[in-house]
């Protein structure tokens, strides 16, 4: 595996302007991820959940990426927790959910959607990965359609009580909090959102979820929530608002799985580069048969292209970020992110295909360094916002807001 300062990753540094903090970040990252390969290859072979990444990523001081430095974050702004979560996807996808969920989806909300007393309390210790972080959005029944949620609540006192079932939850089993999304019971508003204690009484792990098609050095849960108790004081943003608390987290993930899915494109173009170079074929290197040379460019020519889209749509949450209350800047953010999530998760599924196939036959065994992204990839058309929703969010946002699929 290549390290992260290649000569892509120093034009950006050099055109976009890393501070110094910023590159000992993306150095951190480097040590990590290749502290990660052999925990990660040796968890994918036996399909288990890797439980080296937390350790690995809080050695290096990489739990707390985009968490501000008062907090006791690294502080990092959007592109660079997207070149942090393109190093990570070289590793694999599994890594990059983990990280996506917990920082992403996770941390990023609370500092932006909680009072000062919710970041003080979950922010330093989400930096030192003393909290784990999760997302409880989709249940069995609600995926790309949020509104069909059935997780309730019921006002208690001074406290909530949540009641549901939440599905296909990322780190689901080993978050120590997570972000959970009801319905009040009485109906009326919308949802809300709350900083949940998994070790709460009324908050069970079902099933973990292993049977799945890649992605196994993810965890992945069923969860029930049985008239569980949440005090007021975890209430995230305000009560009814949850949509909005929602929508913004996937923004961010949108970033961050795009970000992944380049680095698994760059890990494709690096091993087929070897492979090409050194399987010997009829008598000569596979590389200059003209047909894998195809399946090289195209790897190449979409690494190329996701890369910068997914760095364009960092920027523009980036310069958001510097004026939240401007609506046009978070809707250009909202629809580069969508592009860039749509694009980079497609190609890079394709890309790892392609891998595959130079691989030929040694491709298809999970033991092969390709093998992994082109199972694990499939998921990243769907998690965080299907193709298709990803495609009407594009279309919409070029032809009006009354051409909304949903409205």
């Known amino acids: 595996m290549e390290a992260l300062f290649d000569a892509s990753v120093q034009e950006v540094s050099r055109l976009l302007g890393l501070t110094d903090a910023e590159k000992s970040v993306l150095e951190d990252a480097d040590a990590a ?203 995230l943003g305000v009560e009814g608002k949850g949509f909005s608390v929602a929508y913004s987290a996937l923004l961010n993930g949108r970033i961050g799985i795009g970000s992944g899915c380049v680095g698994v494109m760059e890990d494709c173009l690096n091993q087929v580069r070897e492979r090409a170079t050194s399987r010997v074929q009829h008598g000569k290197p596979i590389g200059k048969h003209q047909l894998i040379q195809k399946q090289v460019a195209f790897i190449e020519s979409s690494l190329e292209s996701c890369r910068w889209l997914v760095y364009r749509a960092a920027l523009k949450k980036d310069e958001y970020e510097k004026d939240i209350s401007n609506l046009a800047l978070r809707g250009e953010a909202d629809r580069l992110s969508a592009v860039a999530k749509y694009m980079s998760s497609r190609s890079a599924f394709e890309s790892a295909d392609r891998a595959l196939q130079i691989f030929g036959g040694f491709g298809y065994s999970i033991m092969s360094p390709v093998a992994k992204h082109f199972l694990d990839t499939r998921v990243a058309r769907i998690y965080e916002g299907t193709d298709e929703i990803m495609e009407l969010k594009i279309a919409s946002s070029v032809l009006g807001r009354e051409f909304e699929a949903y409205r």
């Open 33 to 235: 991820a290749s502290e990660l390969v052999t925990s990660e290859f040796e968890s994918y072979v036996q399909r288990k959940y890797n439980d080296q990444v937390p350790v690995i990523l809080r050695r290096h001081n990489l739990m707390g990426v985009p968490i501000a430095s008062k907090y006791g974050g690294r502080g990092a702004r959007q592109l660079v927790q997207a070149l942090f979560m393109e190093r990570m996807g070289q590793v694999g996808m599994g890594v990059v959910t983990f990280a996506d969920v917990h920082q992403c989806l996770g941390s990023l909300v609370i500092q932006d959607w909680g009072n000062e007393e919710q970041r003080s309390r979950y922010l330093p210790r989400a930096a030192t990965g003393d909290v784990v972080l999760a997302y409880g959005l989709t249940e069995p029944e609600a995926g790309s359609d949020p509104g069909s949620l059935k997780t309730t609540f019921v006002r208690d006192g001074s406290s909530y009580r949540l009641t549901g079932s939440k599905y296909l939850i990322s780190n689901g089993s080993v978050a120590t909090n997570m972000i959970v999304f009801a319905y009040p019971a009485e109906g009326g508003k919308g949802p809300s959102a709350f900083v949940v204690d998994t070790k709460q009484k009324g908050f069970e792990v079902d099933m973990r979820l292993e049977e799945k098609v890649g992605l196994f050095t993810s965890d992945t849960s069923l969860l029930s929530l049985t008239d569980l108790a949440v005090p007021k004081e975890d209430l």
